[in-house]
DNA sequence: TGAATAAAAGTGTTCGAGCACGCAATGTGA
DNA sequence: TCACATTGCGTGCTCGAACACTTTTATTCA
């Protein structure tokens, strides 16, 4: 059986004229007489035309490169996953002509960032995909994208007063209410939650703080703030350090502390830490599914975590990128992720997600 | 810039010999000396070559057919959502030369289900998506499309010992055990717990049954059984009733029930009775993001959703139809889908998936 | 040895869109 | 009036794979 797919052929024998003349108007190149325009436009909203994409990406060989900004996912194995979903991302466009270019910096250290940044530029790419968690660096260089009419995506941090093709990523302050209306379901008692930023270098972390603001505004909100009591905490242990002297200290301080809501992939330092101290009742949540974090998730020393599909960013990511580049679509310029609440039960779904 | 693809005449010309040479050799249509044959395996090996889908849709123009069985949503809401998911999927897959033919019976009705299956299968169809809730009449039609070749996607409904092209859906009993595990993280007291069948014909419903034993599997396997009681019943009021008083029973009969697990879509009439008793205390999850179920979920009175993802059945559905049929794909013979936790907080990113 | 026949390999057209090129008709200026 | 530009429009090639069709080469038997 045959397709009935309308061609330019058609419209143009429907119109009496050739198939040029009906390319020249839909590509607006002009050198078409006004009444013959008019004509073919009619006939083209009337037969409900759209071009055949498939022919359309075999015809233009042209390449496109994009620039991927990730940190170093051995410094921070969070950043495996998004990589892992570019990656799907560019086997599914590479026969569309996408071509991507990694650029690996350093996370805590500007200067790699800077310099890794530089060099994706001087390559002049057609987009950038970057996670920009270096807020001051990252400015000038989107800045200067814009006036190199360079398109980019932002994804895991948000970043307000700046203008991306698309941020790809989760709402920070949802994700914190989630976190709390999880905690307060297993808590039907009065007591202290302890929320913890650790390692964060936090005047970078806007969206950290965006998740307390959810998370404390869910107790005011529902009218708990009396039962429910927030304390937060910034913990800072770089290189081979111990979180157990800061807790030690929190929790002495503290009293009450029944449950802990970690703002970024490290729960499982705390997990360790109140498996060594055999504290099975607070309650635990944190995000991502690192290794370790599912260990302790599969013991239920984590009782739930919050996936940032970190892969699907990167997928995401890319594929907007080429919705725009390539298949000249409208794109939003925000692609909330969905809110993933994981628990042992139903984890193996989200670690390998088509 | 160019691309660097590999083309069959890249091909060719490394080997001394024609297109057309190549072609019969990846194709398997004989007809090539085997020392030929042979050198072209080897390049073909060497440069990774991978034929150009998009060359290879573009030229062949056949449409393949494929026939959708489902319920009329008309009776049952639930079932717009694969059809949605469905339409999806088409639209994406019509320049592939996919056209799908729905063939909407009413559920509860064994002999509208027949006169659908039997009119699709008149037509020949190149694949079939079905959602099998009559496992009894749907037999039949396993086999005899197994015998015409016609393969065919289940959803929603898992059935074993037929061989589908593909399950698409979720795995019940781990569902089951989901539903267990958020209800019990909210109640740390003993107390009973009651699994409501509402409105299902249970002997054509193995899925529900195996929800249940997952259920209450996950108390015994934690050592909880006895903290927690479990308690199931299945309830039928068709035809515009009301469950009222089929739960008045219950509650009188049962004391000390805090929570209650549906092991379907009608959680809202749950909820609407709670809602009329006054009952905030109890613990109510059940499936699925219908606009009545969401009305509860918003007010908590329904306290967690389990996405089954009905849009996603129906979109994944015909896309392995696509693999299977247009890319020539291996596909795997489950795919389960995720298995979401909704609550108020995250239920947006839920409503629309992309 | 030569004709008949089978096997092996090469050629050319198609799919739909894009775009370079070319041709004809009209317009413009000296 | 001629030279040349501009406008309007049509033709034909390209992309990579598929496949029908043709041509060349090898094999068999009289």
């Known amino acids: 059986m045959k397709k009935k797919i309308i061609r330019i052929k058609d419209i143009a024998e429907r119109a009496g004229t050739s198939k040029g003349t009906v390319d020249r108007v839909l590509h607006n190149r002009g050198r078409v007489a006004d009444d013959v325009r008019e004509r073919i436009l009619e006939i083209i909203k009337e037969l409900n035309y759209e071009p055949n994409r498939i022919a359309q ?6 390449t496109y490169n994009i620039a991927a900004l990730i940190p170093d996912p051995n410094e921070d194995s969070y950043w495996e996953a998004p990589l892992k979903g570019i990656e799907k991302a560019e086997k599914e466009l590479r026969q569309y002509g996408i071509n991507i270019t990694r650029y690996i910096f350093t996370p805590h250290d500007e200067h790699s960032f800077n310099a890794k940044a530089n060099e994706a530029t001087r390559e002049n790419p057609d987009g950038v995909l970057i996670a920009p968690i270096f807020y001051k660096e990252a400015l000038p260089f989107f ?5 190199l009419n360079i398109p980019y995506v932002l994804f895991n941090t948000q970043i307000e007063s700046v203008e991306p093709l698309c941020y790809i990523g989760q709402d920070s302050y949802r994700s914190g209410s989630l976190a709390a209306k999880i905690l307060s379901f297993g808590l039907p008692e009065p007591c202290t939650l302890l929320v913890l930023h650790i390692n964060e270098d936090i005047p970078n972390s806007a969206h950290l703080i965006t998740k307390e603001e959810g998370f404390r505004n869910f107790f005011k909100q529902n009218g708990r703030a009396e039962r ?6 910034d913990i800072n242990f770089y290189e081979g350090g111990v979180i157990d002297g800061h807790l030690d200290a929190i929790i002495k301080k503290e009293s009450g502390i029944a449950a802990i809501y970690v703002t970024n992939s490290k729960a499982f330092e705390v997990a360790a830490y109140l498996e060594k101290l055999g504290r099975k009742d607070i309650k635990l949540i944190g995000y991502d599914l690192l290794a370790p974090n599912l260990d302790y998730l599969n013991k239920e020393t984590i009782h739930f975590l919050i996936n940032q599909n970190p892969l699907g960013q990167g997928y995401w990511g890319i594929h907007q990128l080429a919705n725009h580049l390539i298949f000249k679509q409208e794109v939003a310029p925000i692609k909330f992720l969905p809110l993933d609440i994981i628990t042992k039960e139903n984890l193996d779904y989200y670690l390998d997600p088509a």
């Open 228 to 233: 429910y009591k927030v304390v937060s905490k």
């Open 57 to 62: 990406s075999l015809k233009s060989q042209r």
């Open 143 to 147: 800045k200067n994208w814009k006036s």
